[in-house]
């Protein structure tokens, strides 16, 4: 009987591929520097936790945020000051959209040992694709599962079970690796994937993640199956 192999590596995406949450608080800051230069009276430090409270009820893909955050401070959606935030916005996201290091160097070797690798996202499609293209990583993967594939956000089943679909593979010979235990731990565990956890990119400050492997770099993932595997 041959011995169980890992064949495939599925990933998390922001805060375990990218910094998202770095890339968020550049962002939100610059906005709020563009709309105090367009002349709206706020104070930075304030505004800052207010928007992030907005981004925590609404979603952190919510495209109305400033919408919200103007209305607030002067009864009405003034787009002088919205261009100006957005367009800050834009810029300061672009320039600190990041990946983690050793993210290419880890995703090509797994790649050049023809492990399989996929992504499983909780954000839209659109902007898990704009940020995989943005940093360049498209062509690591075999295949991607954003929530607007199947509409369940994890700790589902569903859209673990629909990236082993797509990468034909079974969930014991498969690692998923996420920084979110409750989710991406939980979710992998449920159909018999083996876990890892990306506490490089943990912002809860998680203690005990349950996962199989607690990783403080992702290229530690590549000394794990080749342990693994041999």
Do not use: C
């Amino acid at each position: 009987m041959s011995k169980l192999k890992i064949k495939g590596v599925v990933f998390d995406l922001d805060n375990t591929l990218l910094d998202f949450m770095r890339m968020k608080e550049f962002a939100v800051k610059a906005a709020i520097k563009g709309m105090i230069e367009a002349g709206l009276m706020v104070d930075e430090v304030m505004s800052f936790r207010e928007i992030i409270a907005i981004y925590e009820q609404y979603g952190w893909e919510n495209q109305k945020v400033f919408d919200v955050f103007i209305k607030k401070q002067i009864g009405k959606v003034d787009n002088k000051f919205l261009a100006a935030g957005i367009v800050a916005y834009r810029r300061a996201r672009e320039a600190n959209l990041m990946a983690y290091p050793n993210v290419y160097k880890t995703l090509m070797q797994l790649t050049k040992s023809g492990i399989k690798l996929g992504v499983v996202s909780d954000a839209p499609s659109r902007e898990a694709w704009m940020r995989i293209y943005y940093l360049n990583l498209h062509h690591f993967f075999d295949a991607v599962i954003t929530f607007d594939d199947t509409n369940e956000r994890k700790p589902s089943e569903k859209p673990f079970k629909e990236i082993l679909k797509l990468l034909n593979l079974l969930p014991k010979e498969t690692i998923m690796i996420g920084d979110w235990p409750e989710r991406d731990v939980v979710g992998a565990k449920k159909i018999g994937m083996k876990t890892a956890f990306a506490r490089y990119g943990d912002t809860f400050g998680t203690i005990n993640s349950g996962a199989d492997w607690d990783l403080n770099d992702i290229y530690q993932l590549i000394l794990i199956i080749e342990e693994f595997n041999e």
